[in-house]
């Protein structure tokens, strides 16, 4: 791994707070929706992106306006740190007309072209030839942007991912491959799923550089994928970019997590990004309580007022079911 | 006019399109310098460059999902899969992502896109490189599903898939290649969803399409030497469907036989079948019916896949039958 240059990408004080208040406005809203996800008020299968923060603000501050994004089943947080509008995530989640997909797409279906987020996925590894894709675009319309695409340990077992990494490397296209190694694909830990130790272990056999990072460091995380996308916007081909991290929560709301200890989860908590990074922040003398406080409060409105948005949104015509399954002029 | 092979009438709807709109492109295993194992990319590498008509390793998964990713973002892919039987390969990049984007994002995008896929036996290829399989398609709304007969038709409708702004599925029959007919020159369009009547005739509709076409007019031929009319109908694309075409022509003859080379269970025939018969039962002077493979996968002996494609020498009896 080559050494990592941190003076050269130094963010202003403005830019560290911002990444602890779009850090603690991720929580805040996965928090929110896992409440009226049990009081059943969101519908369907809902995956928290709770302690892996971090990883989503870090790498949407490295982004351009222009570049592309791809996620993953567990979305929430890439959404709102990739610039969604929170009203119509929430009402998405509501399943209301309102919603950013008109409630077609839901919380594993989630898309905005205008901001450049193609595409959340139902399938496991579905996004990462789709990532290829963007970045094979990028080429033939002769654009700048650099996509983004998230991908989870899971997904590095399948078929997809080794097709798509080999791809990416024979053509040298623009694209960052992201992986949140949270440690499990639903109930198995990745050492019960592989030998090799780390997901960035599969790169080199592809000609691909990568890069393993502690993904609970929003900083780390920032640096890293800035230089990467650099990289790739300058012509130098795809990185792969392992961020170690942890889901603090169930794999989706309601899961039993039968699978690890109570320690386990623990001590991951004791990493917390946003603690993490709060502390950094008071080391530096930015954060202070009353600061805190009113980061806070800005929070609760936001959630308070996306979540009253979608809530009295009004319900979806049924008729809606049948509309847009071709593009217009199609059948 | 000119006289042209389907294959050649294909590449010249690739030529057209790739100099009409520079984010047409191409992409696909050996369709290079090589031209394609059918010949249907032949000197497209030359004229557009590498960076528009790209080989690919063979990794269907992946460049068929890049195919569909590069579309999201607005260029216009015209993907080759050799073998409509390798879809399985990639099948989800297909329907769970091509087909899903317009619909999922209710309306917000889409992905115009054109797969090309060759289909069809009759070249003793075996059971992994002979089937037809446009039924599996059908059945997955947000796909379109186009399946030209002639040179003409091959041209003008792959010009309107490429056109489309919905994810295509064109299959080609590999019997159908070397097929030579008249082309009309330049640009043109051939619509989805509106069928040709092949041949015109009052006592049998025959609906066909692909490589039963040409069966179906051989029959009608032979039929009409018998004094049987048939009037044999292509219907060029499954989805959309031109289903007013299809009951018109029945409303006319009272009579409806389907004739595809897939196999019955759960063809497309079936399809057709039920819809005429929701549609135009009182017309009905006999009850439709399908002639098509028997469920079976394609063997690879020519002797063994004749019986595969045994449908074209059961039409003739259908047509009898049917009348009597």
């Not at chain 2, 066909?208 to 069966?215: H, K």
């Not at chain 2, 075409?245 to 025939?269: N, P, Y």
């Not at chain 2, 039920?274 to 996968?297: G, K, M, Q």
Request: with cysteine; net charge negative; aromatic share 8%.
């Amino acid at each position: 791994m080559p050494a990592r240059k941190r003076t050269s990408l130094a963010l202003s004080n403005e830019q560290l707070l911002q990444l602890y208040e779009d850090m603690s406005m991720l929580r805040a809203f996965d928090e929110k929706i896992s409440e009226r996800c049990i009081r059943g008020e969101i519908p369907g299968l809902i995956h928290l992106g709770v302690g892996e923060e971090a990883v989503a603000v870090g790498v949407s501050a490295a982004l351009q306006p222009q570049d592309k994004m791809v996620s993953t089943h567990r979305a929430h947080s890439h959404f709102l740190a990739r610039g969604a509008d929170p009203k119509a995530f929430m009402a998405e989640l509501y399943g209301k007309a309102t919603g950013c997909c008109g409630g077609k797409a839901g919380s594993m279906h989630l898309a905005d072209l205008d901001i450049g987020f193609l595409a959340a996925n139902g399938v496991v590894g579905g996004g990462l030839p789709l990532a290829v894709g963007a970045a094979l675009g990028q080429r033939i319309l002769g654009s700048d942007w650099v996509t983004l695409c998230f991908f989870g340990d899971g997904a590095n077992n399948n078929g997809a991912f080794h097709e798509s990494l080999n791809l990416a490397a024979v053509w040298d296209l623009p694209v960052v491959f992201l992986c949140e190694n949270n440690g499990y694909g639903i109930s198995q830990s990745i050492h019960k799923q592989q030998r090799v130790a780390n997901v960035a272990d599969r790169a080199p056999s592809y000609g691909i550089p990568a890069e393993i990072i502690d993904g609970n460091d929003v900083l780390e995380v920032y640096e890293t994928v800035r230089r990467a996308v650099d990289k790739a916007r300058a012509g130098g081909g795809p990185t792969l970019i392992e961020a170690k991290t942890y889901r603090t929560t169930g794999h989706y709301v309601g899961d039993s997590e039968s699978y690890r200890s109570e320690e386990e989860v623990a001590e991951w908590q004791t990493k917390d990004p946003i603690v993490k990074f709060e502390k950094v922040l008071r080391r530096k003398k930015l954060l202070s309580k009353a600061l805190k406080s009113e980061i806070e409060e800005r929070i609760t409105a936001l959630v308070e007022e996306a979540t009253d948005f979608a809530v009295h949104s009004p319900a979806l015509d049924p008729a809606a079911a049948l509309t847009h399954v071709y593009c217009e002029g199609g059948v | 006019m000119a006289r042209m092979s389907y294959a050649e009438a294909l590449n010249e709807a690739h030529c057209i399109a790739m100099r009409d709109d520079s984010r047409v492109f191409t992409l696909g295993e050996d369709i290079g310098e090589y031209g394609g194992i059918y010949r249907v990319t032949k000197g497209l590498q030359a004229e557009f460059g590498e960076q528009r008509v790209l080989d690919t390793p063979i990794s269907e998964i992946a460049i068929t999902g890049a195919a569909v990713g590069a579309a999201l973002v607005g260029s216009r892919p015209i993907l080759e899969i050799g073998f409509v039987d390798f879809v399985g390969t990639c099948w989800d990049q297909v329907f769970n992502q091509a087909a899903k984007f317009s619909y999922m994002t209710d309306g917000r995008a889409s992905v115009p896109l054109v797969i090309r896929m060759a289909c069809g036996a009759g070249l003793g290829y075996g059971v992994h490189h002979s089937q037809s399989l446009e039924a599996w398609f059908t059945h997955v709304p947000g796909l379109k599903v186009v399946m030209p007969a002639t040179p003409a038709d091959a041209k003008g409708l792959m010009l309107a898939a490429i056109d489309d702004p919905n994810p295509v599925v064109f299959l080609e029959h590999k019997f159908l290649y070397e097929v030579k007919d008249e082309v009309p020159d330049g640009r043109y369009t051939v619509p989805l969803g509106k069928a040709r009547v092949a041949r015109e005739g009052g006592d049998v509709t025959i609906v066909s399409w692909s490589g039963a076409v040409p069966w179906a007019l051989k029959a009608a031929e032979q039929a009409a030497a018998e004094g049987i009319e048939c009037e044999v109908l292509d219907l060029r694309s499954l989805v959309p469907l031109d289903e007013d075409a299809i009951v018109a022509s029945v409303e006319k003859t009272g009579r409806l036989i389907v004739c595809h080379e897939a196999c019955t269970t759960g063809g497309f025939g079936a399809e057709v079948v039920a819809r005429v018969v929701a549609r135009a039962f009182d017309f009905l002077d006999s009850e439709p019916l399908r002639v098509a493979a028997p469920d079976i996968p394609v063997p690879n002996s020519l002797a063994l896949e004749a019986v595969y494609l045994g449908t074209r020498e059961r039409l003739l009896e259908a047509v009898r039958g049917i009348v009597s």
